[in-house]
Nanobody, 118 residues
Framework: QVQLVESGGGLVQAGGSLRLSCAAS????????MGWYRQAPGKQRELVAT???????NYGDAVKGRFTISRDNTKSTVYLQMNTLEPEDTAVYYC????????????WGQGTQVTVSS
């Protein structure tokens, strides 16, 4: 089993920055991809960014050029540096882990609120 603990959300003004962290514990050797999704009120959950163990990244179109995902494999932790935040970035951000065993479902964190005021 893999457990995820997120931190770093909060309230920030437009144009500001925040950094999210997600630490995995448990069977961390089983982790392949780590990343972040977000869900705003009344909207579907959408991709923010993902990163593989070797550092390959994938970003959602809405955050390209503003957000940077990184990963510390020694700490089983993934980070999301969010710059030039916009009110449209307001959402609950969920940490996401996909395991090497694709027969197992992905693991989700409990979510952390990010609110960007105009």
């Amino acid at each position: 089993q893999v457990q995820l603990v997120e931190s770093g959300g909060g309230l920030v003004q437009a144009g500001g920055s925040l950094r999210l962290s997600c630490a995995a514990s448990g069977s961390t050797f089983s982790i392949n991809v780590m990343g972040w999704y977000r869900q705003a009120p009344g909207k579907q959950r959408e991709l923010v960014a993902t990163i593989t163990g070797s550092g390959s990244t994938n970003y959602g179109d809405a955050v390209k050029g503003r957000f940077t995902i990184s990963r510390d494999n020694t700490k089983s932790t993934v980070y999301l540096q969010m710059n030039t935040l916009e009110p449209e970035d307001t959402a609950v951000y969920y940490c996401y882990v996909r395991l090497f065993n694709l027969l197992r479902p992905p693991v989700w964190g409990q979510g952390t609120q990010v609110t960007v005021s105009s």
